[in-house]
């Protein structure tokens, strides 16, 4: 069984989005080895990729309220999935913390989400990730008792003019960490290049979890593989970022890095705990 944490199918009205995120991870990162981008160009091209892959669950990452992106758009899509094969989480990008937290409110008691996800330097206005400012969207996660995903990674800092190199590191998480643990927090990209901070803090804080998806790649893997066989395997977790990154180099890296014992644990029963609440 694999269930992975970050992927972004074409479901209605996201096609674009879909196409654009196709466009492979090596055009950022040139002295990545290159791969092909992602055959798929349909949803069903994506269902056919994912069974032949063996990937018998996804989460997608909701974007804001605007449309080809909105959160309306997927929960249409989740509330009619017969399939029951994906987890949606609210997206609050491009939003104030105030339109986050009534976004949060509108759509965690339809219980068709399983979490609330967030690129931070999509919050406005700009704001650091450990300012009080932002309790209030952790108070509504933990309401409804939902796991939050925030993507740390060079790329924001890349993007974002505003987002200092040390913007990203996961260290600021701790205070996050301390005031609410009964809150799961799972970092997308798992910080890179900051892995061994990453790695820090998850050994002190249970409820941090590192999804480094497409960065298993990068140098740093051999860190988590490391860290997962000394007792952090039940806090890393699989993820592909697809369609950015192809099924076939998502899976290859972990395989490649992680040791077999830690690979149950990695590739499903830590999404399991986290989005069966």
């Given at each position: 069984m694999?269930?992975?944490f970050k992927m972004k199918p074409p479901i209605p009205k996201?096609?674009?989005?879909?196409k654009a995120g196709r466009t492979p991870v090596t055009k950022l990162f040139s002295n990545l080895p290159d791969f092909e981008p992602t055959a798929s160009e349909t949803f069903d091209d994506v269902i056919k990729e994912m069974d032949e892959m063996g990937i018998t669950k996804a989460v997608i990452l909701g974007r804001n309220n605007s449309p080809g992106s909105s959160n309306e758009e997927l929960y249409e899509f989740l509330k009619n999935d017969d399939s029951d094969r994906f987890y949606g989480f609210i997206g609050i990008e491009d939003m104030t913390v105030e339109e986050a937290v009534e976004t949060i409110e509108e759509y965690a008691p339809t219980d068709v989400f399983s979490g609330v996800a967030v690129a931070p330097t999509?919050?406005?206005?700009?704001?650091?990730i450990d300012d009080e400012s932002l309790h209030p969207i952790f108070d509504a996660c933990v309401k409804y008792d939902l796991p939050f995903c925030i993507t740390l990674s060079m790329l924001l800092t890349l993007n974002d003019e505003e987002a200092d190199y040390d913007y990203i590191n996961p260290k600021h998480l701790i205070p996050?960490?301390?005031?609410?643990p009964e809150m799961?927090?799972?970092v997308s990209h798992a910080g890179w290049p900051f892995i061994q901070e990453g790695i820090a803090?998850?050994?002190h804080f249970r409820n941090l979890y590192l999804c480094p998806d497409f960065y298993m790649g990068f140098p740093g893997a051999e860190a988590l593989a490391d860290a997962a066989d000394k007792g952090l395997e039940k806090q890393i977790l699989y993820a592909s970022c697809y369609p950015n990154a192809p099924?076939?180099?998502?899976?290859n890296q972990y395989r490649k890095y992680f040791s077999q014992e830690v690979?149950?644990?990695?590739?499903?029963?830590n999404a399991e705990r986290i989005l069966n609440r």
């Open positions: 694999i269930i992975d996201w096609e674009e989005l879909f999509k919050i406005e206005p700009h704001t650091k996050v960490l301390h005031k609410y799961k927090v799972i803090v998850a050994m099924y076939d180099y998502a899976l690979m149950d644990s990695i590739m499903h029963k």
